[in-house]
């Protein structure tokens, strides 16, 4: 067995759990400065396409486990915490993906990009609790979040060669029980950004010509030698 827990001869068909837990390790290794940018490219690449457990070996057996998970945003007694469990996942490699409207995010979110971009647009998003959180990875590629101005924002994120820009607090934001976006993650090469929009208007139905607009007055224009 490796320290990953995968066994390299083992046929046993791979779950997305076990390739989420595979990211996570070269994730780790990308932001401990063990993997490049374009090692980490190709890894992830393998990780998504390994059918079984002991393909996921061969990409993972220089790498140590991921380890503990880190330790928690300090919150005070009366703060609820959303209860770990299995998250959404997003993978943008050489394209993009969105999620607008209404849609319904998971607790916890995995979202990477390599050459590529995402978006996430949380305006009309039915939430599944207080809180929700988007660990992102961004490689060559960038991440795109809308929140409503009610919604609190808290970046624990890294960026190496690449930008950070999340909108500061609103006066909507920072009243008790407001919903809380957490956001980890690294950025190489990449960018996050975060921005605050009202909600959506709706969209104006245009009125038929039937009935629904007036009919305008015509002119008739005359040659100068008509003697009408």
């Not at 998970?69 to 469990?85: D, H, I, L, R, Y």
């Not at 924002?153 to 190496?160: K, L, W």
């Amino acid at each position: 067995m490796t320290p990953q827990g995968f066994n390299e001869n083992s046929r046993l068909r791979a779950s997305d759990a076990d390739r989420d837990r595979a990211a996570a390790v070269i994730n780790n290794a990308l932001a401990e400065g063990r993997l490049t940018a374009e090692e980490h490219s190709d890894r992830l690449d393998a990780i998504y396409a390994a059918k079984t457990h002991g393909e996921l070996v061969p990409v993972l057996d220089d790498l140590p486990a991921a380890g503990t998970a880190p330790a928690p945003f300090p919150t005070s007694a009366s703060t609820q915490v959303t209860p770990a469990g299995r998250g959404g996942r997003i993978v943008a490699i050489f394209g993009g993906a969105s999620r607008k409207g209404v849609w319904h995010p998971e607790p916890n979110m995995q979202i990477v990009t390599v050459f590529g971009g995402a978006e996430l647009d949380f305006r009309e998003a039915v939430l599944p609790g207080r809180e929700v959180t988007v660990h992102a990875t961004t490689v060559l590629g960038g991440l795109e979040i809308v929140v409503p101005p009610e919604m609190r924002i808290i970046d624990n994120g890294v960026a190496i060669l690449g930008g950070r820009e999340v909108a500061g607090d609103s006066p909507e934001s920072v009243a008790a029980g407001a919903p809380v976006l957490r956001i980890e993650g690294t950025c190489v090469l990449g960018g996050v950004e975060v921005k605050r929009k009202g909600p959506k208007r709706p969209k104006r139905r245009r009125r038929s010509l039937e009935g629904g607009f007036e009919a305008l007055p015509t002119a008739r224009i005359r040659s100068s030698g008509s003697d009408d």
